[in-house]
């Protein structure tokens, strides 16, 4: 399975079963054209025949599953190439920012937030436009499976994930889209799980891989880890929320089978949106960029802290500072979360880099809380991903939400799971959830100080 996430990209090699065989990793390094930032469309193409060519050494490969984060895609130009897709954290000029914004639909047709920088794929395409207006769109995942395949395809975890390009109720492009010109140069839409071919043979020489080596569609990150999450007994047919957790901390909401999902009642000023599942059905959805504000807080950083080795000396420092009055307030990574312009601020910094740990956690936990409550999360939430080891984290916020029952997933990430699922429908978990403690000290008191003071506008931010 190739993974691509913002912040880093992974290859894994699975047994049919589920059993992981091999693992890989890179940081993915920024890349510069034209003065603004893309996607290292190359580098990590390079490392990824690499991996495989390692891969192919230890099992005959019998498919690969691309796997990628959100707001990106590229336009193939026609000759076998794409222009460099742009990085979402790119900040297009203001003309065509404030051009752009006038032309997108209501959000209660799309479910796709108004959101900073590029993080909406319809800026990305507007931006482009001149140069890639003749072009095949296809999103990030399946421009994986077209660079493995050359069979461009596109696929609805994908379009729905806050790109301006998909109406969830009705499964289909846009207005803007249409008029744009966009919904016709898309790439077919395919199913997450339909093999749209075998390697090429430039990738079968490159690699070493079978002949018949299978490249799957693929899908959007959050949605493999929901996909995953709906496999687990405790909570099959059931109304649940997944928080996934890494660069992005993403909540989504999957209802009780037959209901039905009020996109408008959402939050859009808040960072809240409809994602689209597997099957094309709207999710309420919420995030903020959890992994980015735990750098800022902790900042600065020497080696990273083990949480799991340092577990009781964070829960013991986690006490210290709700006893001490230490804070934490939104937001380190401005413009996106529940509390987008609020500027992030300490009430009294600790020197102590566990302490500072500790208390990134902590806020964590209360930024989490706040974007389930605004997408209706009740009664079951499965954590997953790098921050469910957390204890301190996870612990937190089953005491922030006494009414509901809170998981970690034992795997250190769900989305191979999710992955795995869409070849081999019958893989499932390999380990039962673990039901989360609460914390071993009361931070009622805190959160509700940490609330009131988290909707305040310090004096310095008015002036």
């Known amino acids: 399975m190739l993974d691509v996430g913002k912040t880093s990209a992974k290859l894994t090699l699975w047994s049919p079963e589920g059993r992981l065989l091999d693992r890989r990793a890179r940081a993915n390094l920024p890349c510069f054209i034209d003065s603004h930032p893309t996607l290292d469309v190359e580098g990590i193409a390079d490392w990824l025949a690499e991996g495989l060519r390692a891969f192919a050494r230890e099992a005959a490969i019998a498919a690969i599953i691309p796997v990628a984060h959100g707001a990106a895609a590229c336009v193939l130009d026609g000759e076998g190439g794409c222009f460099a897709p742009i990085d979402y954290e790119a900040e297009p000029p203001a ?61 609805v975890t994908s379009l729905g994930s806050h790109t301006d390009l998909w109406c969830p109720a009705t499964a289909c492009p846009s207005p803007l889209a249409t008029t744009r010109g966009w919904a016709q140069r898309l790439a077919p839409l395919r199913q997450a799980s339909d093999v749209l071919g075998p390697v090429t043979e430039e990738w079968r020489r490159r690699c070493d891989l079978p002949a018949d080596c299978a490249v799957l569609c693929g899908i959007h990150d959050s949605n493999a880890a929901l996909l995953a999450a709906r496999l687990y007994p405790e909570v099959r047919n059931r109304e649940f929320t997944v928080l996934s957790t890494g660069t992005w901390f993403v909540a989504m909401r999957s209802p009780e089978p037959g209901s039905t999902v009020d996109i408008a009642g959402l939050a859009e000023a808040r960072d809240c949106l409809a994602n689209v599942d597997v099957n094309g059905t709207p999710v309420p959805s919420s995030r903020f960029m959890g992994g980015r504000e735990a750098e800022a807080i902790e900042a600065p950083v020497g080696e990273p802290i083990d949480v799991v080795a340092h577990r009781e000396t964070l829960l013991a420092r986690a006490g210290k500072l709700v006893g001490q009055g230490f804070f934490a307030l939104p937001s380190f990574q401005p ?30 936990a209360l930024v989490a809380d706040t974007s389930l409550d605004l997408i209706g999360s009740r009664e079951r939430l499965i954590v997953e991903g790098r921050f469910a080891e957390d204890a301190v984290f996870t612990r937190a916020l089953a005491a922030l939400r006494p009414r509901q029952t809170v998981y970690v997933a034992e795997m250190s990430d769900n989305v191979p799971l999710g992955a795995l699922h869409l070849f081999n429908p019958d893989v499932r978990p390999t380990a039962a959830l673990t039901e989360v403690e609460s914390l071993p000290f009361d931070m009622s008191f805190h959160a509700r100080q940490w609330r009131a003071m988290a909707q305040e506008e310090p004096a310095a931010a008015r002036a």
């Open 95 to 155: 003309e065509i920012l404030e051009r752009y914004r006038r032309l997108r639909d209501p959000f209660a047709l799309t479910g796709s937030p108004r959101l900073p920088a590029a993080l909406n794929l319809g800026i990305q395409l507007y931006w482009h436009d001149i140069k890639a207006r003749s072009g095949q769109i296809v999103t990030w995942p399946q421009y994986w499976a077209w660079r493995l395949s050359r069979i461009a395809a596109t696929e």
């Open 335 to 364: 413009g996106v979360g529940p509390f987008p312009t609020a500027p992030g601020r300490w009430l009294g910094r600790p020197d102590d880099p566990l302490d500072r740990r500790a208390a990134a956690s902590l806020y964590l």
